[in-house]
C-alpha cells in the first residue's frame, strides 16, 4: 500500500534526498539487520527493513561506506516500510570506520 504521509513540524517541511543506501540496523543486543535506507531529511529517514525482523523502537543505522552512524527513533511501520526519526548522529573515527567496513563486507561473503 503506497501511502505518502505528512507530520506537522515546527519548522519548514526538510526536503528528502532520495537514496538506495546500503546500510545495517544495529539492534541493543549487538544483533545486525542488512537494510536499504530510501530516502534521508537532517531529521528523518525512511528504510526498507522486510518485515519478519521485529524492530525495537530505537535503535542505530550505519550506512555501507559512510563514516557516520545514527540513532534513531521509529515514527512508523508499514510491511517493509519504516519511518523514523534521527536523533544523533555521531561521527566515527578512523580505525572504527575501518573495522565497521571490514565486518560488513566479511558479512557480505559468507
Known amino acids: ?48 527493513v522486510p518485515s519478519s525482523y521485529a524492530l525495537p523502537n530505537r535503535f542505530l543505522f550505519k550506512v555501507a561506506g559512510r563514516d557516520f552512524v545514527c540513532a534513531v527513533e521509529m515514527v512508523w511501520r508499514d510491511g ?13 573515527t578512523g580505525a572504527h570506520v575501518k573495522r565497521t567496513t571490514q565486518a560488513a563486507a566479511l558479512r557480505a561473503h559468507s
Request: proline share 7%; glycine share 4%; net charge neutral.
Open 80 to 92: 517493509d516500510q519504516v519511518e523514523v526519526s534521527i536523533e544523533r548522529v555521531r561521527k566515527l
Open 1 to 48: 500500500m503506497d501511502q505518502e504521509v505528512e507530520f506537522e513540524r515546527a519548522s519548514p517541511r526538510e526536503k528528502r534526498r532520495e537514496t538506495n543506501w546500503v546500510a545495517m540496523i544495529r539492534l541493543p543486543d549487538g544483533s545486525e539487520i542488512p537494510t536499504t535506507v530510501k530516502g534521508i531529511s537532517p531529521s528523518s529517514a525512511r528504510l526498507a
